[in-house]
């Protein structure tokens, strides 16, 4: 069963809105939840990570909500630029105190930005 | 500098071939890792090496052999693939075993 869930396989935004993408996730024991892009052929790109004991977390345009209780965070872009279109991938490191980097990814969410 | 250096890029090989993925870092991370992404799914983690000493192996097939001759270097060594194995073969290394850094992947395609 998926740990970590993308449920939206797409989003298209107009150049200079918002884009909110979302991620659930089933444990609620997770404590660090990470944010990579990923374009074609490439390797992902580590964005914004947030640790449970934040519910926000800020770095340029780029701003990850964490809501526990609902065991659930979002990303959110503003405002979104063409060079913003590739996939965007939730992961999970589960064993954050013993921490041996075995992120559990997402599905990802492909976001297409249009000018 | 967080660059994850990963040869080659492209690789096809014959199932009876033995062949090797490299890859780089000089960032003096502890830890390097093998993930594997197959075509619209996510990345799945196949192997860690932490201070050079592999601590976890994702019941990996033996046909995929990883090594890690120095702490910069980890190589993955192919040998009897399957056409199923084919995917895109990612390099990550990481200070704090928290946050990845990975390279641009090998695009590996078996015949």
Known sequence: ?115 | DTEVTQTPKHLVMGMTNKKSLKCEQHMGHRAMYWYKQKAKKPPELMFVYSYEKLSINESVPSRFSPECPNSSLLNLHLHALQPEDSALYLCASSQDQIVLFFGSGTQLSVL
């Open chain 1, 1 to 115: 069963d998926q740990q970590v869930k993308q449920n939206s396989p797409s989003l298209s935004v107009q150049e200079g809105r918002i884009s909110i993408l979302n991620c659930d996730y089933t444990n609620s024991m997770f404590d660090y939840f990470l944010w990579y892009k990923k374009y074609p052929a490439e390797g992902p790109t580590f964005l914004i990570s947030i640790s449970s004991i934040k519910d926000k977390n800020e770095d340029g345009r780029f701003t990850v909500f964490l809501n526990k209780s609902a065991k659930h965070l979002s990303l959110h872009i503003v405002p979104s630029q063409p060079g913003d279109s590739a996939v965007y991938f939730c992961a999970v490191n589960p064993n954050y105190g013993g921490s041996q980097g075995n992120l559990i990814f997402g599905k990802g969410t492909k976001l297409s930005v249009k000018p």
